[in-house]
């Protein structure tokens, strides 16, 4: 046994010289007596020294005895690198093999492959930035973002690093390492990118995108033309790479994206060491002297027949207080039993009825409902447990992904799945959230072939309303009801069309925000690669 505080001990010290001398005084005060006269006294010397006694055990206390348990081996937290990859159309210049953008794809895949020092945080950005991955310690969540990202939806083409800057510097970390992967940007003010970067604690380290001999943009007309039809060469900007350097970063021009990793895996942090910290585990045993010092403190100030009494009722106040928890674990232990027999209708009613509601009774009729195909209900209930362990929150998000499946919600649960493997690598959950973006997939494959069959059937109509309308202009003269039936058709075909007009209007039925946000404010700009 050791104590943690131990220094508390040096009061014990002076404890033991107050009783001494207390007990000097009381021997120096009494009064000789006649040997026939008998007093009978109730205050003997354990009774006199017991609030010293007490005070003696309570200095324990504060001194927190322990003992050893075990010792774990704990490695340091992680830093986060912020990975930012510029999306606009220059991006598309083929001065880079097979282009910039999958140049500088290819380069973060082999980073996040190769580093395990960091966590990692995918932007991408354009006139605006978007985060595409929390920071996380799991890989495949920044290969499965950088996957699903398209780059043809994105619509706003310039470049600001300064509207990067201001995205990072709302972000957690206190100092941030800034990875860009860009050809530079659009020309701007070094020294106030500098100061904004410097304000934040922003270490910035630029990845070449572009070349200085620059290349021509891939348009849908041939090449991109700027406003008097002048082709546009795109090069690289010497912008990012003072940017770098003013910061205290570093600028990497390499000409593969294995080469850019490992430049990139040598400059960031390269005074970061591996070590590892031992994290020892005791278990407190201050409650054992802090209950004996409380039994002294009563000796002291009752007599000894008002103590045995208190002594005998503690049992059964003990009791009392603990009725409520002894019910709540006999309906917890009966509920389990029913649902472990497929009686989840009983279980549920059964974990319903504690109240106030526990976080296992909870989660627990959350996975009755399930079971009842009540998935909404349970969807709710696991929503509303909450805790401070990662490996119950991580559980919690997990069933909230299942509960998203089943009523058809795939987007929610790919984002409740993601947000569980953020916590811990879980196969299940893997599983399961390849299987929702192939459900997202199919679904907008069948989105996109009911707007070709609207569309077809629009075009149909409009020939088949051409053909009728000799009919209808003779049957409008003989007065006949088929006028009445052709314009209804005709109509239908009208409001046909509208519909189909909306749907085409639609270019990326994705299911997140992500472009939305992306190409916000696009329509303005002057400059758009």
Not at 48 to 70: D, S
Not at 127 to 137: D, G, H, K, V, W
Not at 181 to 203: M, N
Request: hydrophobic share 40%; aromatic share 10%.
């Amino acid at each position: 046994m050791t104590f943690l505080d131990g220094a508390f001990l040096w009061f014990l010290v002076s404890l033991v010289l107050f009783a001494w001398l207390g007990y000097r005084e009381e021997l120096s005060k009494r009064v000789p007596l006649h040997p026939k006269i008998v007093l009978e006294s109730g205050r003997g010397k354990l009774v006199r020294l017991a609030p010293f006694f007490a005070l003696g055990w309570m200095v324990i206390a504060l001194a927190r005895p322990v003992t050893h348990e075990n010792t774990a081996i704990k490695a340091p937290s992680l830093n986060t690198l912020y990975l930012a990859i510029d999306v606009s159309r220059s991006m598309m210049a083929t001065d880079r093999k097979p282009n910039r953008y999958e140049f500088a794809k290819k380069a973060i895949e082999s980073l996040v492959s190769q580093d395990s020092r960091h966590k990692f945080a995918l932007i991408t950005f354009t006139t605006n930035a978007l985060i595409l991955s929390p920071p996380t310690e799991d890989r495949e969540i920044v290969h499965a973002a950088l996957e699903s990202f398209r780059p043809e939806y994105v619509l706003a083409h310039g470049t600001s690093i300064e509207a990067l800057l201001r995205y990072v510097a709302k972000l957690g970390d206190e100092e941030k390492n800034l990875v860009i992967f860009s050809d530079g940007g659009d020309d701007g003010d070094l020294q106030s990118l500098v100061d904004l970067a410097k304000r934040y604690h922003i270490k910035i380290f630029g990845v070449a995108c572009g070349t200085r001999h620059g290349s021509k943009i891939p348009h849908s007309n041939g090449w991109l033309r700027d406003k008097n039809r002048h082709l546009v060469i795109s090069m690289q900007n010497p912008l990012l790479e003072r940017l770098a350097l003013e910061t205290g970063g570093v600028f990497i021009d390499e000409n593969s994206p294995d080469e850019v990793a490992s430049s990139l895996l040598s400059s960031v942090d390269s005074g970061f060491m591996p070590d590892r910290m031992q994290q020892v585990r005791y278990r407190e045993w201050f409650w054992l002297p802090l209950a004996i010092g409380i039994v002294f403190l009563l000796a002291g100030s009752l007599s000894l027949a008002k103590l045995r009494r208190i002594l005998v009722l503690l049992p059964f106040f003990a009791f009392l207080q603990a009725d409520a928890g002894i019910i709540d674990l006999y309906k917890l232990h009966r509920g389990y039993e029913l649902y472990a027999q497929h009686k989840y209708e009983e279980s549920q009613k059964l974990f319903e009825s504690i109240d106030p509601p526990l976080l296992e009774s909870r989660y627990a009729q959350a996975c009755a409902l399930y079971r009842m195909g009540a998935f909404k209900k349970a969807g709710r209930l696991f929503a509303a447990c909450k805790s401070s362990r990662p490996d119950i929150q991580q559980r919690i998000w997990y069933n909230l992904g299942n509960c998203a499946v089943k009523i058809g919600r795939y987007k929610s649960a790919r984002d409740y799945y993601l947000k569980a493997l953020q916590i811990k690598e879980d196969p299940d959950a893997k599983h399961n959230l390849k299987m929702v973006l192939f459900l997202i997939e199919k679904r907008k494959k069948i989105q996109a072939k009911a707007n070709r069959e609207v569309k077809a059937a629009s075009s149909s109509g409009s020939s088949e309303q051409t053909k009728k309308s000799g009919a209808k202009k003779s049957n409008a003269k003989s007065g006949s009801k088929g006028g009445a039936g052709s314009y209804s058709a005709s109509k239908a075909t009208h409001m046909r069309r509208q519909k189909n007009s909306t749907a085409s209007t639609r270019r990326h039925p994705l299911g997140s925000k992500v472009y939305e946000m992306i190409n916000k404010g696009y329509v303005n700009e002057e400059k758009p690669w």
